[in-house]
């Protein structure tokens, strides 16, 4: 396929030698991060008319570039097609694209459905994958024309689809049916509730840590001065708290794409533009610190005793982060928190260590 009838390049932007659009490329380079826009919102009841993200990329642009040494592409603004699911396959095209060059895809805009689309391209490379999403509302209905309300039990419920585990995080109570929640945890996928995510990363860090896939609901994130997202809300994750879970996000072991979506591309807020961009940088910068670390792991055991059975805590030497398990094995083990170790030895295990 050749993605030049389906990508609109952007705009030349003039930066300086220490901003970090001084070392974007336009061309999917091997081991790279690839920034793609997206203008679809028909999943969310909007339009799919091609929108300008010159703003955005200008608030990104001037950001520094630090000392990162991973090479970051813009592509540019993909083309809506004539129906969402032209759209969906044109995406998945050029990220099964990315993924044949072990690029790291982050697709910027669209509705919260083209986490599908993330999600389909990837399980075509492999299987077994972790999904992480960040979203205030759980929906799992069941209609047959793909939109941000039925994507999720897509995915869960596909015969196609390999999936290994599913955390979702920052829900809400009152903008929930009851019943989508309860499910979720029937299954035995996690599900957490904003308050736990609020003021520190520390508790929910380890649902990401291992993640192949995280896509962001902006409706996640609270809106101020004008709407954030297309379906703006009172109550979310703060502009600091989002700018820090995007760090977390790029510090996971394991990332091999990131979706943020149902952003508001109608805004003319500079704020939102802005934040929008730190939150792509705090991505990358996370992404370049963890491909600073050594391959080589080394780690310090801890037992717990409770009930007279014994439970085993390892901790990384170097990163200082958690896991639960005795195995040799690292990956075998489950990314735990600090406080998970502590919670143990006052006699209390988390029931997600448990689970057969």
Known sequence: MNFEDFIIPPRKIRTENWQIGDKIKNEIKEDSIVLLFLSDYRGANG?????????????????????????????????SGKTPQDSHYILQEVLSACHYKHAIPVVIG??????????SALSFHQKDINYTQISNVVSLKQDEEIHESNFLSKILGSKNFSIKNYHHLGYQKHLNESDSVKLI???QFDIVRLA????????????????DLVTINCDAVESFNEAFSINPQVNGLNKREV????????????????GIFNYNIYSDSQLNHQLLAQMLWYLIE???????????????????????????FKRDVFSNLWYFGEDENIDNCIPCSRSDFDEAKRGFLSPRFTRN
């Not at 669209?110 to 999600?119: C, E, H, P, T, Y």
């Open 47 to 79: 339009d799919a008319d091609s929108q300008e993200f010159t703003q955005i990329r200008r608030e990104f642009y001037k950001l520094s570039q630090l000392d990162f040494d991973i090479p970051i592409v813009d592509l540019g603004d993909l083309v």
């Open 110 to 119: 669209g509705s919260n459905d083209f986490a599908f689309s993330l999600f």
């Open 185 to 187: 945890k029937e299954v």
């Open 196 to 211: 736990e995510m609020m003021n520190s990363t520390e508790k929910t860090e380890p649902y990401f840590r291992k993640a």
């Open 243 to 258: 700018c820090a879970y995007m760090k977390e996000i790029g510090l996971g072991e394991k990332l091999k794409s990131v």
């Open 286 to 312: 996370g992404i370049n610190i963890q491909r600073s670390h050594p391959k080589e792991k080394s780690f310090e055991t801890f037992f717990v005793l409770i009930k007279d059975e014994q439970y085993a």
